[in-house]
């Protein structure tokens, strides 16, 4: 009888085991979670030649069975566990053959769990390359006649073999153990010393299994020559940092180039959608919560997907093709003394883009502590939704002068905006480094993979997985804050609003212009009395000492879901069109602006400096806080972030304002 | 014999792991196959002299100094 249902694909980082795993499910994969921590759980389904199907949890990648990281927890706690409903009838072990030793530690770890298992040589065309030939008759004799069955994952090879042996596959009678220490014995997770005994064990008794096994020949293959030579350059003091700047140069030049394209494609489709709505349906409560709060939240969605795509495009391939390792390698120490580590370094670099890919990326950091404050400290990085904001600022406050000829002071502004962040998150990376707690030491004994071409199929996979999770998962939250704002923004008490609205002069004249200034009135007059205008009202004593007044306020809160709403609000409220590139009106409207008590102007240097700081440093992105609670599977980590960069720019403003005016 | 601290050893000279000083860090160490028997090679350190990159019997691993000063070798001829 055939009785498998479950199968759990275990093995080694870099053991081509999500290969194997793409080979076998193709996109019949889930992400899910497992209980409790942040770890995903990815999951497949396999269908089997005679039509059969089976379920696969590929399990995280480990070196040993005893977990030295929150992910490796999660295959000794499930195959320890019998009673664990995702507990495997059969586990895969997939081996890189290139380096069988190493490899079979894990293996025969599982082996005297006495769970039934199937071992996949991976990469065989490799370990042919480097003159080394298995004999998997022997291999499998081994252990007790443990199917052995190699493969090249990469290229699919061997697969359709495996699918084969999976449904021929019975389950064998009990085995002896492979060394004497009986599996009841087996060492807790706790001892130490004896994992370190039990595992030397292991390797002894390998050791001597593997000569009868491996017939090597003296050959280095072509990829390990290419490898050696490019390391030379890749770790050389100059060229290796050239190197790296030149490809973050490539990747940063690509995303803003080609991502803004699709953004204003998407940003265009969705006012027509909201227009279209507002035309087709009848008017009324509903088709405004559809076209103003539910259309233009699905917009803020879909906008940021062309960003995420294109920056994890670049993070996998960097992966993929072993370049990461080599990045992690050469950044480690000068990262250190912050409190992270060479593997935060992609990730927070990838912050000046955009925060919500970023934090994602921060995925392959393995020291929970070290990946928390770089999830903490990314966001304070200056991000491409900032730009719009320091650009219309600097327009409006910053004197168009050259420094010694050459230097523009508007330029100058900028380029300190972006160092103020790089700082700011390296300062908050110390501060967190004392503050969160952590059971475990960080180390890198990291792996450096020999260098490979991407495996297309892994790419395409994994930037469909980021994509969904980001627009399901981080898109739920959103969604649910921009109906929130919408109708605090388009609400207020009693009949204020209407009244409001009302009072606008209706034009006598009903030509395009004038009709459009009246349309701009009435959303001016909309937002000044709505829940958010007597909000923004509200907080003016708090925000004054920034410089602010009640309408900066309102943009403010209205901008508390994304930054770069931040221009359009200031428009709404001026009633001005928003393109402050091609029209001067908005820059005009706020340059006259004028404190009614005071008569002194509103943007001032000392105010507008203070404006963009408070921006350089606050949250103000409902979408990164989603992806935090997402990543962190807890409120508690986005919520402190928030407070903490809220208070962070408050104080700068403040300190900001005061020092200038 | 004369054993060195892995930390200090001389680039691209075979060595043989002597022993691996015992504390928390130890059982990962043995995970990645360095105990004492294997024969390793420092390949490469990075630019600011921490890592470096170490052959582990075909295998390349990185560790942080202060990783690698655990482990005590000897010279191979």
Known sequence: MNKIEKIALVGNPNSGKSSVFNQLTGLNQQVGNYPGITVDKKSGTLKLPDGKKISVLDLPGTYSLYPRSEDERVVFDLLTDPSNPDFPDLVIVVVDSTNLERNLLLFTQIYDLHIPCVLVLNMIDMAAKNGIAIDNAILSDAFSGTPVISVNARKGEGISELKQLLSAYQIPASHPAFIATPVAQMASPADDAAQVAETKERYLKIRTLLPLVVKTKPQVSLNRKITSRLDQLVVHPIAGYAIFLAILFLIFQAIYSLAEIPMNLIDEVFLVLSQWCKDVLPAGVLTDLLAEGIVPGLGGVVIFVPQITLLFLFIVLLEETGYMARVVFIMDKIMRPFGLNGKSVVPLISGVACAIPAIMATRNIDHWKDRLITIMVTPLMSCSARLPVYTLLIALVVPDQRIGGIMNVKGLVLLGLYLVGVLAALTAAVVFRYIVKSERKSFLVLELPHYKMPRWKNVWITLWEKIRLFVWEAGKVIMAISIILWVLASYGPGYRVRKAVEAVPVPVETDAVAMETYERQVNTARLENSWIGLLGKGIEPVIAPLGYDWKIGIALITSFAAREVFVGSMATIYSVGEDFEEDASLIDRMRSEQNPRTGKAVYTLASGISLMLFYAFAMQCMSTMAIVYRETKSWKWPLIQMAFMTILAYIAAFIAYQLLS | ?77
């Open chain 2, 1 to 77: 014999m004369i054993t060195q601290r892995l930390d200090k050893y001389r680039i691209n000279q075979m060595a043989e792991i002597s022993t691996v000083v015992q504390n928390s860090l130890t059982a990962k160490l043995t995970d990645m196959g360095l105990f004492s028997g294997k024969k390793i090679r420092v390949l490469f350190r990075a630019p600011l002299g921490d890592p470096i990159a170490v052959d582990v019997e075909g295998y390349i691993l990185s560790l942080r100094l202060d990783e690698a000063a655990m482990i005590q070798v000897t010279p191979v001829e």
